[in-house]
């Protein structure tokens, strides 16, 4: 059982390049989410998805966008990345249909905007 | 958001007690959590506290929740090497998404032998 996966799991862009995060889950899970981790900070919100279909915005929006594919797939994309963006990004799922559940993350992508 | 503390790094003994501290600041927060990161891994939910609770006890962890103070703290026992990783507070900031998180900074715990 996968659970999260995320590709790519390393990516170094130029500054003003574009590229597209994947996220898959197999868990049947309905909310997905992109957080970003940077050193002293902790993981910030970036995107959340409740549900195939919706998403909304978290703390740190801004430079970027997402797509919710279907309910196995949320992907991040940066259309114009800058050195700002350089961070260890992590998808999470989990299933908000029942009382409680944890959220489940993936093993990060790591990407260094140059 | 609001924030979460918690001191960034602590070094212990193999074999002692690890006590990490973290506050903070919403009140509404129904569940706390602490996750664990290893090195270049994504994140494992190590255990979690519902805020009517006080204390909650999981093989070699424990947790404790002052509400009135806005105080978590996770204590290991008896620390292993395995247990080096930096472990993150985290608080649920809704209840209509229960990934919604607000995390603290991380702290780094290195066990010596």
């Known amino acids: 059982n996968a659970g999260v996966t995320q590709t790519p799991k390393f990516q170094v862009l130029k500054t003003g390049q574009s590229m597209t995060l994947q996220c898959a889950q197999d868990?049947?899970?309905?909310?997905m989410y992109w957080y970003r981790q940077d050193p002293g900070m902790g993981l910030r919100l970036i995107y959340y998805s409740a549900s195939e279909g919706t998403t909304d915005k978290g703390e740190v929006p801004n430079g970027y966008n997402v797509s919710r594919l279907n309910k196995r797939e949320f992907s991040l994309r940066l259309e114009s990345a800058a050195p700002s963006q350089t961070s260890v990004y992590f998808c999470?799922?989990?299933?908000?249909?029942?009382?409680?559940?944890?959220?489940?993350f993936g093993q990060g992508t790591r990407l260094t905007v140059v | 958001g609001e924030d979460v503390e918690q001191s960034l790094f602590l070094s212990v003994r193999e074999g002692d007690s690890s006590v990490i501290n973290c506050t903070y600041t919403?009140?509404?927060?129904?569940?706390l959590y602490w996750y664990k990161q290893e090195p270049g891994a994504g994140l494992q939910l190590l255990t979690y506290?519902?805020?009517?609770?006080d204390m909650k006890q999981d093989q070699r962890l424990t947790v404790l929740l002052n509400k009135k103070d806005k105080h978590l703290s996770l204590r290991i026992a008896d620390t292993q090497t395995g247990d080096s990783a930096i472990y993150f507070c985290a608080e649920s900031i809704t209840t209509d998404s229960w990934g919604k998180l607000q995390f603290g900074a991380g702290t780094q715990v290195v066990v010596t032998p």
């Open positions: 919403d009140s509404s927060s129904t569940y």
């Open positions: 868990m049947n899970h309905n909310s």
């Open positions: 506290i519902f805020s009517n609770m």
């Open positions: 999470a799922s989990n299933s908000d249909i029942v009382l409680y559940t944890e959220a489940f």
